[in-house]
């Protein structure tokens, strides 16, 4: 069984930025990511990182401004977001998969959530 805990979440300002984490117990899963989902919208994949080797992958409407990394020692994943916009306004969530040979960048292809951080930009 594999729990993750998001957590730094909170109210910032346009421009501003913020370090979520991503606490995570457990040894089945290879691979951690980050969503979000704001209200009204589907959930949208972020950034996926392996594990062991530490191998990202961010897509490109929030490369330059984010990025995912992960500390093994602390067992914690992060996300740091920088030149946050209004629009980055969400609930964001780490997920955990097994080995797989696909790149997961769909929700479906996750298969342990944490419970969600919100993050609020305000103008």
């Known amino acids: 069984q594999v729990q993750l805990v998001e957590s730094g979440g909170g109210l910032v300002q346009a421009g501003d930025s913020l370090r979520l984490s991503c606490a995570v117990s457990?040894?089945?899963?290879?691979?951690l990511g980050w969503f979000r989902q704001a209200p009204g919208k589907e959930r949208e994949f972020l950034a996926t990182i392996i594990w062991s080797s530490g191998s990202t992958y961010i897509v490109d409407s929030v490369k330059g401004r984010f990025t995912i990394s992960r500390d093994n020692a602390k067992n914690t994943m992060y996300l740091q977001m920088n030149s946050l916009k209004p629009e980055d306004t969400a609930v964001y969530y780490c997920?955990?998969?097994?080995?797989?040979?696909?790149?997961?960048?769909?929700?479906?292809?996750?298969?342990?959530w944490g419970q969600g951080t919100q993050v609020t930009v305000s103008s």
């Open positions: 457990g040894r089945t899963f290879s691979r």
């Open positions: 997920a955990a998969s097994r080995p797989t040979i696909i790149l997961p960048i769909r929700p479906y292809q996750y298969d342990w």
